[in-house]
């Protein structure tokens, strides 16, 4: 949240492109997670912090504002395209233990904090 609102006081392009890039991040999390039996809901842990801190860069963020962008996008890329958008698949699994924020879900937000604090 702390990173979300110092970039809502920035510019609106700024503020705008973070949104498009957690959704474009969304949209690819979203995509490339499955649903495993017994574990739950799994994705590359790769995956979101690539995406992120490559569109972050490609759309051309302001410098002091790239590393909070990728982290929000980072983030918010796993925790809902991974996990949010699936809870409807998950009541297709067999029974037994499921878990939503998994082990490639959770990669993905930790991978996605380094690689923001790396851009800094």
Sequence with gaps: VWELLGILGSDGRTVL?????AGANTFVC??????????GIMMPGFLSPLVSVG?????GIPPGLRAPVAFVAGVSGPLIGADLLNLRNIARLPGGVLSI?????????????VLAALLA
């Excluded at 492109?17 to 890039?21: A, N, S, Y």
């Excluded at 979203?30 to 574990?39: C, D, H, K």
């Design 55 to 59: 569109l972050t860069w490609l759309l």
């Design 30 to 39: 979203y995509r490339a997670s499955r649903p495993v039996e017994g574990v």
């Design 101 to 113: 924020g998994g082990a490639g879900t959770f990669d993905g937000i930790v991978l996605s904090g």
């Design 17 to 21: 492109l973070t949104f498009l890039i």
